[in-house]
């Protein structure tokens, strides 16, 4: 596996609404550069630095998806569970659509 690849991917929405999955830190490192300038703020700026360094191997790939999947869920960009693959659900507490 690679440095940059997430052990379970983020599922967010895109678009229209549609979901794609987040496997890496270059793919969330793309989503939040392409984040709109106005709505960008604290989160953002976190998990923007976080995947930068995850980039640089400064810090591990999964600490840059814990807080990439923060920023997600704070923009309520985060898949419901119906468009989630069974594998990725399994991992997700029972009850919560968060992400672990």
């Known amino acids: 596996m690679k440095p940059d690849m997430f052990k379970t991917p983020v599922t967010i929405l895109v678009?229209?609404?549609?979901?794609?999955n987040v496997c890496s830190v270059m793919e969330a490192y793309r989503h939040l550069v392409e984040w709109p300038a106005s709505n960008r703020d604290a989160?953002?700026?976190?998990?923007l630095n976080a995947c930068s360094a995850a980039l640089r191997s400064e810090i591990e790939a999964?600490?840059?998806r814990g807080l990439f999947a923060a920023f997600?869920?704070?923009h309520d960009l985060l898949a419901p569970?119906?468009?989630?693959?069974?594998?990725?659900?399994?991992?997700?507490?029972p009850g919560s659509s968060k992400v672990r």
């Open 43 to 47: 989160a953002h700026r976190a998990a």
């Open 15 to 20: 678009g229209l609404g549609f979901p794609t």
């Open 62 to 64: 999964e600490t840059a």
């Open 72 to 74: 997600a869920e704070k």
């Open 81 to 93: 569970d119906a468009f989630v693959p069974e594998a990725i659900r399994s991992r997700r507490r």
